[in-house]
């Protein structure tokens, strides 16, 4: 049988060799919040790791900020559509393909700053637990981590079914992401306990109705406690 990370894997991939998803810019609200959590705009000293990178939008728009970004994510496809969206010049080799969930190939304490946008919830529940520990083994003590995950009014959400307690499958009206699975936690006391390998934690959310496709995730803010 098939488990989460092969199902969601073959969809995304099916979706960048579509070339659909080919997002031209930055999601606004991280670009606001990179400013916020930087107002001194030291962003060519950071190390920064985007996880799950996709399309690759988010990850251009670091890099033009002037910061040493590296990223990962589980298809091939995504890395030729980011790669086509980065300066000549750029290391190829920053943005590592995962074979499985778990796998972030880098030393600890290596990054000043690790992002996952609109991504998280595309693991397991077992494995998200995994991958936030990994994720704030590489951050450098005091190191900084923002993240989304989908809210319960998400479309993603709204047109998927429960498959267990927190997993859910997207269901047809999702058209190319039809079948993947995903994770939806409805309250925030969920998102603080999933979150508390980190300290400082900020929980907000951002919301969007266009045309009544609503885009709504939390925002997690957290900390590498200093050692
Ligand atoms: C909605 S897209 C977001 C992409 C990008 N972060 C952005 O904001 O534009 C979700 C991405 O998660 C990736 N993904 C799915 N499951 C994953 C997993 N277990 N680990 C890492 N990335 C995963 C997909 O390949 C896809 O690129």
């Known amino acids: 049988m098939k488990d989460s990370f092969e199902i969601n894997k073959n969809i995304w991939t099916n979706i960048y ?5 080919n997002l031209a810019y930055p999601n ?10 930087y107002p001194d705009k030291n962003f060519s000293e950071l190390k920064v790791l985007d996880y799950g990178f996709g399309s690759g939008s988010n990850l251009r728009h670091l890099d033009a900020l002037g910061c040493d970004v590296y990223g990962v994510e589980i298809c ?3 890395k030729q559509l980011t790669l086509e969206k980065l300066r000549d010049g750029f290391d190829a080799d920053k943005l590592f393909i995962m074979d499985q969930e778990v796998n972030l190939p880098y030393e600890k304490k290596k990054f000043d700053l690790v ?13 998200l637990a995994k991958v936030l520990y990994s994720i704030k ?15 319960k009014e998400d ?26 699975r995903l994770i939806a936690v409805s309250s925030e006391d969920d998102i603080k306990k999933l979150f508390n390998m980190f300290s400082a934690l900020q929980i907000g959310y951002f919301e969007s109705n266009l045309n009544n496709i609503v885009c709504s995730h939390w925002i997690i803010y957290g900390e590498n406690e200093n050692e």
């Open 17 to 21: 060799k579509a070339r659909q998803n």
């Open 28 to 37: 606004e609200n991280l670009v606001r919040y990179l400013f916020y959590l």
């Open 76 to 78: 091939e496809y995504a």
């Open 115 to 127: 992002i996952a946008w609109q991504v998280l919830y595309y693991n397991s529940i077992e494995s």
């Open 137 to 151: 083994s590489i951050l450098k003590p005091e190191g900084k981590f923002i993240g989304t995950m989908a809210r």
């Open 155 to 180: 479309i993603s959400i709204t047109n998927s079914k429960p498959r267990n307690k927190y997993e859910r499958v997207s269901n047809e009206v999702l058209g190319n992401q039809a079948g993947s």
